[in-house]
C-alpha cells in the first residue's frame, strides 16, 4: 500500500496525481475511478523495476514540486501534465542524476513551507516562493545539500507552522516536534539538526501531523531527543552553494 486518499465526493474537475521513484507523473480524472470492483482496477502501468511513491488530489491549477534523494527539487505547473486514462503509464516529471531517485511529491498550497529531512537527522524548512517554476522533464534546483554530515533526503512534507513533524529511525525511536521550532532558511542550504541520533542509526521516515497531542508511550518529547534547531548550530549552514 502506498497512498490512501480521502475523497468526500467524486466530482468532476478533480484529478489524481501519481508519482512513481523514477519520476514519472501521471495526471487521471477522479472520476475515472468512482466505479471500483471487488478485485481493484488499474491505476498507473508501471514499468519493471519501477515503483509508486507518492499519490496526491488537485484541483487542475496548482504546482507539483518533486524532491530526490541527492538533494534536487522540481517545481512546475499541473497543467503542464496532459490528463491520461488509468492504465497510461505517465510522463516524465523530472530527469533524474544517475544513481538518484524521487523521494516524494507535494502539491504546493499557499501559506505552506516545505520540509526537507535527510538520512543523518538533519533538515530545513524553506517557503515555497524559494523555488522557481520550471517546465515539467528539467533536471531542476538544489532543495538541500546532501554532503556527508547530511546525508541522503529521506522525506519532503509541505507543513504549516501549527504542525508538529514526527521522525523514526531504523532503530525505532520515534520522536516529535513542533514545526515552529525550526526557522524559515533559504533554498541551497545545509540545514541543522532535527534529531540526535548514534553513529549507526538513520532516519528512515517522517510525517507532519496537523492534530495537537499529549506525548504518549514511546514517543520522545522534543526536549529531550533534539537539540533546538538553530542555523547557528552548524557553522556554515547558510552558506550559499554555485548550482
Keep these: 500500500m502506498t497512498a490512501v486518499l480521502a475523497v468526500p465526493a467524486f466530482e468532476p474537475g478533480l484529478h489524481v496525481l501519481m508519482c512513481t521513484r523514477t519520476a514519472t507523473v501521471k495526471k487521471t480524472d477522479l472520476m475515472a475511478f468512482s466505479r471500483p470492483r471487488t478485485g481493484g482496477i488499474i491505476a498507473l502501468h508501471l514499468v519493471e523495476g519501477d515503483e509508486l511513491i507518492a499519490v496526491k488530489l488537485s484541483d487542475g491549477t496548482q504546482n507539483v514540486f518533486l524532491g530526490t534523494a541527492m538533494g534536487k527539487s522540481i517545481r512546475f505547473h499541473e497543467s503542464d ?6 492504465t497510461a503509464r505517465g510522463v516524465r516529471g523530472m530527469t533524474l542524476a544517475e544513481g538518484d531517485r524521487v523521494v516524494g511529491m507535494e502539491v504546493l498550497q499557499h501559506g505552506e513551507t516545505l520540509f526537507t529531512i535527510t538520512e543523518n537527522g538533519y533538515g530545513k524548512r524553506t517557503a515555497i516562493d524559494e523555488y522557481p517554476i520550471h517546465h515539467r522533464g528539467g533536471k531542476g534546483v538544489i532543495t538541500i545539500k546532501t554532503n556527508l554530515r547530511n546525508g541522503q533526503v529521506v522525506s519532503i512534507l509541505l507543513v504549516k507552522d501549527e504542525d508538529d513533524l514526527m521522525l523514526v529511525t531504523d532503530t525505532g525511536k520515534l520522536i516529535r516536534t513542533p514545526v ?37 508511550n514511546g514517543v520522545e518529547d522534543a526536549v529531550d531527543g533534539i537539540d533546538p534547531p538553530s542555523e547557528a548550530d552548524e557553522p556554515g549552514a547558510e552558506e550559499e552553494a554555485q548550482e
Aim: aromatic share 0%.
Design 81 to 86: 501534465i496532459r490528463a491520461s486514462g488509468r
Design 180 to 216: 515552529s521550532g525550526t526557522s524559515v532558511i533559504s533554498r541551497n542550504t545545509q540545514g541543522v539538526r532535527l534529531i540526535v541520533m548514534e553513529s549507526e542509526e538513520r532516519v528512515v521516515s517522517a510525517a507532519a501531523l496537523a492534530e495537537k497531542e499529549d506525548p504518549v
